[in-house]
């Protein structure tokens, strides 16, 4: 018996493991869906593979952690992170990938609407050398006027910016360990996961799909956290926004003294040229309005520094399941990073 468990145990070393990492909030009506999914792929390719399936949940307001502690007394593979509060989902994201401790981490969300059949997939482009293997958006199931807004979104970002934005990419994508270890050394308190992983360079490749609609539930995304969220990329990857205020006060400022120039000119050589009341408001609104728009954009920036030096943790984690209680948290892991 104890030559038969040590056998098992020497196989189960040699092979390697790969997280599988959910990241959850209200999702009580997908979560055993997502579960059985991932588990069966897992279980496909379980003569070269051992799994971990890691859930964080996002302090949902629904039966979602209890469904995944009830699933995780059936199965041990699984592994819980309740937060305190909901701190965002891509905070969220951050520390549940530091909790990871596969070889591999495969990323995917408890909506299905990410097919977990490109899992081996991933792990074949995995093991020919690449280090970062994402899923590419050609076609998603939603209302055309949502779908081509993203569309100009990521080609708008990818031209603004001086580093690498990957059009029509998103969370759904497997990272090798080297990844996370790099991420680890990078202390933001705001992040754009997408452009910080774009941007270590190593081999990275796209596989390309189609993105399902949502079955169950209803997505907690609104346009005001899209808006948010697409502001951060750009802000976190390029000062273009400030060099394109700067060029257009400049060119609207020297617009404005040859139009100063020439009103005074007609007011010599045309006295009766009308002083123009109306106009002379339209351009007071209009100037107004572009200074708005630019203090907007130089206050995006402020803001980002502001959430760097406060320094706050990413999450307060309320419970942690199945983890192993030395490993260090991700407070841990940036108060050492920061000294």
């Known amino acids: 018996m104890g030559d038969s468990s040590r056998k098992y145990k020497e196989m189960s070393l040699s092979k390697k493991l790969i997280s599988i990492f959910t990241p959850v909030y209200n ?9 059985q999914q991932a588990k069966e792929i897992m279980t496909s390719v379980s003569d070269r593979y051992d799994y971990e399936h890691v859930f964080s949940d996002n302090a949902s307001t629904d039966h ?45 969300d408890a909506d299905l609407q990410d097919p977990p059949e490109m899992i081996p997939e991933f792990l074949a482009k995995w093991e020919a050398g690449y280090k970062v293997v994402y899923g590419v958006r050609k076609d998603r199931d939603e209302f055309w006027l949502m779908k081509y807004t993203r569309k100009a979104f990521y080609r708008i970002a990818a ?11 998103g969370e759904f994508r497997l990272i090798d360990r080297r990844i996370v270890t790099e991420l680890k050394k990078t202390v933001d308190y705001n992040p754009y996961l997408r452009g910080q992983i774009a941007n270590m360079g190593f081999a990275q490749v796209g596989i ?3 993105r399902r609609a949502r079955k169950y539930g209803k997505s907690s995304n609104n ?46 050589v045309y006295p009766e040229t009308p002083r123009g009341i109306a106009s002379i408001m339209i351009f007071i609104l209009f100037f107004s309005g572009i200074q708005m728009i630019f203090l907007g954009i130089i206050g995006e920036y402020v803001a980002k520094i502001l959430d760097q030096s406060l320094q706050k943790p990413l999450v307060i984690e309320e419970e ?3 983890f192993d209680e030395s490993a260090e948290s991700l407070e ?6 920061s000294r």
């Open 208 to 210: 390309p799909y189609r």
């Open 27 to 35: 999702e009580e009506q997908n979560l055993e869906l997502v579960y």
């Open 64 to 108: 979602s952690y209890s469904i995944l502690k009830r699933l995780r007394a059936h199965d041990q593979r699984i592994k819980l992170i309740k937060l305190s509060r909901n701190f965002g989902c891509t905070k969220s994201t951050l520390n549940g990938l530091y909790k990871c401790r596969g070889d591999a981490i495969v990323q995917i």
């Open 320 to 322: 942690l399941v199945g």
């Open 159 to 169: 031209n603004l910016s001086g580093e690498t934005l990957i059009p029509d990419v």
């Open 332 to 337: 841990e892991q940036h108060a050492s990073l």
């Open 223 to 268: 346009l005001f956290l899209l808006i948010d969220y697409g502001i951060n990329g750009v802000v976190s990857h390029s000062k273009a926004l400030l060099r394109i205020s700067t060029m257009t006060g400049f060119v609207l400022a020297v617009g404005a003294f040859a139009a100063a120039a020439l009103y005074l000119i007609l007011r010599v």
